[in-house]
């Protein structure tokens, strides 16, 4: 009877075309020439204030990697120690800040990336991490926006949960912050994740040390510059640049360390699971990490080969295939798969690689030279295997960027490391099944990898869907039905894997809010009794 259930009623932000002769295209296409004539420096951010350390590091555009966008100050002990010191300086007074207060900071910066912020995070995602505009457009404009407006109504039905309250009792549930500070550890592949990580604990009132990508410095400079005009206090979030692995050892060693964000590999995600393990905190640490996949389009014999196709190229090689949730190994029944090679063959032939910066290309490049180096590995490694044709794709070029054209093989074996291995790059890899081993298929998909982030399932029979839905229950986070596997709208899909891919707590979801928190529960009773004898105690009566 006394549970208060605020709300706000929020929209997914609509995602521009940038068609040509569109207002959009000459906004974006100015800030991208502004941006790219302009090395700028980026300073850590500590306790609200920049630092700069002189120890400097390149921040370059993949797909042109003599360009040098900006320098940053890399963090060494001291700053690293600084950070820690400061947000835990910002604890007392935001893990009290109410929700309000805390709402209005990321609601004011959700309208500045729809609005005056939107050019600048999109060139600055396309520039740093070769994103064309339609992919920076749905991340860093799109998802960026959305991550900030749902978390709040999510936090919202979150305080809405209230206990029961009886007759002269009133129960209620206090949500609190976690007690210490979050360590924020970002990837490079989404600004908007990027983003998300350190202001999903910061919205429920911790205070949060945040280390992106050594490759998204640039865009993590503008996205922390946007949460300091929308008002967010000094400390609540520090920005540090810097060793990975000397970071993270110091991070992890500190006994308030009350929780961790993570997208990245899950070699990495392991290594800091064993640290944590053999540490003592003063409250066991939260870990929420979202890793790796080896996502997998299976085709049913009455898929649609257009649509089918359609998913496979798009889910495979936008972005360069470096999405967690890229198409990777695809099962395809043998009536399907002439005429879906020859479309995908002809499809990837259009493909067109280059600058971001020409709209008229659907791929930039691989994220940095290891990256590309792996790709060109893995392509030479198919053309000598035995049980791989290299069906389609050109060679690996990185004398500009590091580029790698789109690469289709087919294998002979549902084992083999191209079925199983996350490559994270444009390379997707088919195995050919017999029409009536459909359900035989199911099993090899669900045991063929470690991985248990997304899939997709094509089919026009329902009843092959229904079926595969259920026993493919446990090998993905995310499903799509007649859709590619990646793509997950913020408030629609909410996204994680398990198994090898993390620990499942669907970002863009109350329920990865909810790991945030710590619950009180308060009783108040406005009758309390005066005599501790209860009525069973009395005497019978004569």
């Known amino acids: 009877m006394f549970a208060i259930s605020p709300s706000i009623d929020v929209r997914n932000e609509p995602v521009r075309g940038y068609a040509p002769g569109s207002p959009e295209r000459d906004s974006l296409r100015a800030a991208l020439a502004a941006m790219a004539g302009d090395r700028i420096e980026l300073p850590l951010v500590i306790g609200g204030k920049p630092v700069t350390t002189g120890r400097l590091e390149a921040a370059i555009s993949p797909h042109d990697h003599a360009h040098v966008l900006a320098d940053a100050h890399l963090a060494g002990a001291d700053e690293v120690g600084q950070a820690i010191a ?3 300086a910002a604890w007392h007074d935001w893990s009290r800040t109410p929700w309000e207060a805390r709402a209005r900071i990321f609601l004011k910066a959700a309208d500045l990336v729809s609005g005056p912020w939107r050019d600048r995070l999109n060139a600055a995602t396309m520039l740093g991490q070769s994103k064309t505009a339609p992919q920076a457009e749905i991340d860093s404009a799109a998802e960026l926006a959305d991550y900030f407006r749902f978390n709040v109504s999510f936090m919202l039905r979150i305080y809405g949960e209230q206990p029961l309250s009886s007759e002269g009792v009133w129960n209620r549930l206090d949500y609190r912050p976690l007690e210490g500070f ?98 003592k905190y003063r409250n066991y640490p939260r870990i929420v990490g979202e890793t790796g996949g080896k996502n997998f389009t299976l085709a049913h014999p009455s898929a649609d080969i257009a649509a089918l196709a359609t998913a496979i190229i798009r889910g495979g090689y936008e972005y360069q295939g470096q999405k967690c949730s890229a198409t990777s190994r695809v099962y395809a029944p043998r009536s399907l798969w002439p005429a879906l090679r020859d479309r995908l063959v002809a499809d990837i032939e259009t493909i067109r690689v280059g600058d971001v910066a020409d709209f008229t290309n659907f791929m930039g490049a691989v994220i940095d030279e290891k990256s590309w180096h792996k790709q060109a590995a893995a392509r030479e490694a198919a053309e000598r295997s035995a049980s791989e044709t290299l069906i389609a794709g050109g060679v690996p070029d990185m004398r500009v960027g590091y580029f790698v054209p789109p690469t289709l093989i087919e294998t002979s074996d549902p084992a083999s490391r191209f079925m199983t291995e ?104 406005f009758a309390p009794p005066t005599d501790y004898r209860y009525p069973a105690m009395r005497a019978d009566r004569g």
């Open 422 to 525: 996350e490559f994270f790059g444009p390379i997707v890899t088919a195995f050919v099944y017999e029409d009536d081993a459909f359900e035989a298929m199911l099993d090899t998909i669900d045991k063929g990898s470690a991985y248990g982030l997304t899939g997709s399932i094509f089919a026009r029979d329902a009843g092959a869907i229904a079926t595969a839905l259920d026993r493919l229950r446990h090998t993905a986070g995310n499903v799509y039905v007649n859709d590619k596997s990646a793509g997950a709208v913020v408030g629609q899909q909410p996204f994680g894997g398990a198994r090898a891919s993390g620990t499942n707590d669907k970002a863009g979801s109350m329920w990865n809010l909810a790991r945030w928190i710590s619950p009180r529960t308060i009783k108040e009773n």
């Open 86 to 88: 400061a947000a835990k």
């Open 182 to 279: 979050i360590y924020a550890i970002t990837p490079f592949n989404f600004t908007a994740i990027a983003g998300n990580l350190p202001a999903a604990p910061a919205l429920m009132g911790n205070v949060v040390v945040w280390k992106p990508s050594a490759t998204a410095k640039y865009s993590a400079h503008f996205v922390m510059a946007l949460l300091r005009e929308a008002g967010l206090p000094d400390g609540v979030i520090n920005l540090i640049y810097g060793d990975a692995a000397a970071t993270s050892a110091q991070i992890l060693a500190d006994p308030e360390l009350a929780g961790i964000h993570f997208t990245g590999s899950t070699g990495v995600f392991d290594a800091i699971l064993r640290d944590v393990a053999g540490r």
